[in-house]
């Protein structure tokens, strides 16, 4: 690992721990009995997810891994991790979503949209000046959403969704 990824996940891993978290109703924080759910909905919408990610997030990041339910039934999740970043402006904070997803069962119901709402949200709170995140270019419905919710396309990237896969690098200005 790089000194710069080092720093980088070491910073991130110190603002995480300052973290305040709003009141979201029923978008929680991961618990460990949640898990194999949570994984069953991303090995459901993503063919390269990666579930060792997921788990790590759950233990290392757990106050920025978020489930939302529905009558106790999981119906998807948002995970992100924080970087740090310097700008013309100064030292910044940045949000990366590694993750998001919700069970097919329930999509087009708006549960994304809300746990995606809720979620920048309490990243304004804590001084986010901007998230970032990766769409399959094929993935119209999620594109669809990402602009409607103020992301814009910022370049198209290849081998970030997987092999020989293009993506889309989205951004949302929040500060």
């Known amino acids: 690992m790089n000194l710069k990824k080092l720093l980088q996940d070491t910073t991130g891993n110190l603002l995480v721990k300052k973290w305040k978290s709003i009141e979201k109703g029923d978008i929680v924080s991961i618990e460990d ?3 194999p759910e949570v994984l069953r909905i991303q090995t459901e919408g993503f063919k390269n997810g990666s579930s060792e990610k997921l788990i790590r997030y759950s233990k290392n990041s757990r106050n ?3 489930v939302m339910k529905s ?3 999981i119906v998807g ?3 992100y991790y924080l970087k740090p970043a310097i700008s013309l402006k100064g030292f910044e904070k940045k949000s990366v979503i590694s993750s998001i997803a919700t069970d097919r069962n329930f999509r087009g119901r ?3 949209e809300r746990l995606l709402r809720s979620s920048t949200e309490e990243m304004k709170v804590n001084g986010i000046s901007s998230v970032l995140l990766y769409v399959n270019i094929n993935n119209l ?3 669809h959403l990402y602009k409607k919710i103020g992301f814009r ?3 198209k990237v290849k081998n970030i969704c997987g092999q020989k896969e293009s993506c889309y690098e989205m951004e949302l200005r929040l500060i």
């Open 33 to 35: 009995y949640m898990l």
């Open 64 to 66: 920025i891994f978020y």
């Open 71 to 73: 009558k106790d039934e």
């Open 77 to 79: 999740y948002c995970v």
């Open 110 to 112: 708006g549960f994304a």
């Open 141 to 143: 419905p999620a594109i």
């Open 153 to 155: 396309k910022i370049k």
